[in-house]
């Protein structure tokens, strides 16, 4: 069966929105999943300070899903930042994880400018949907100087019923460290002319 010009041109034209339609949501599907990345992370990721002054950083997880591990570490310049108090957001109203939670690891080794912390939730606790603060580290400017907040860390999931063998698997995501930069004091200076 042949088509008439006027039918051909009366299915371009259903045609070509939904053409256009269609490619509009596949685009938008691939924007929304971009920016959807789960993400460990310092914020702020820049600070600063003077000597002797002190700076509380978080430790964030952005839009992860299905989380039941973690591990991170956490470094910076011991002679430059003293960390001198650790807040645990896990099993909190604005942290991640849900009790009862097992902590594995939470240390703090000033020497090194390390902290460690690895903890996972225990039967009967869900898993964690969404993004909130793993950990608060407070610092005190103890010398002049710049230096990185370098952040390691891993996730793990709950494993769905149907996995065998049942155990946990790592979470892709991005780990996206920090910077602190000491504020330079200068002397209150009078120029007489």
Not at 5 to 27: D, G, R, Y
Not at 152 to 176: A, G, K
């Amino acid at each position: 069966m042949r088509l008439g010009k006027s039918e051909e041109s009366q299915i371009k034209s259903c045609l070509l929105p939904a053409l256009i339609l269609l490619l509009s949501l596949s685009l938008q599907a691939g924007y929304v999943q971009a920016f959807s990345e789960t993400i460990v992370g310092i914020v702020p990721s820049a600070n600063s300070a003077n000597i002797g002054e002190t700076f509380t950083t978080n430790i964030t997880i952005e839009n992860v899903q299905n989380l039941y591990g973690l591990e991170i570490t956490l470094r910076w310049d011991q002679t430059v930042l003293r960390a001198i108090s650790v807040d645990v957001r896990t099993g909190q109203p604005d942290g991640v994880l849900y009790p009862p939670i097992f902590t594995v690891e939470n240390d703090l080794t000033q020497a090194q400018g390390k902290y460690s912390y690895a903890a996972t939730s225990t039967a009967p606790a869900l898993s964690f949907n969404g993004s909130g603060v793993i950990v608060k580290v407070t610092f005190n400017v103890t010398s002049l100087g710049n230096c990185s907040l370098d952040l390691e860390s891993q996730l793990y999931d709950f494993p769905p019923p149907d996995r065998w063998p049942s155990i946990s698997l790592p979470i892709d995501h991005v780990t996206i460290g920090g910077s602190f930069t000491v504020i330079p004091e200068f002397p209150n200076v009078t120029i007489l002319l």
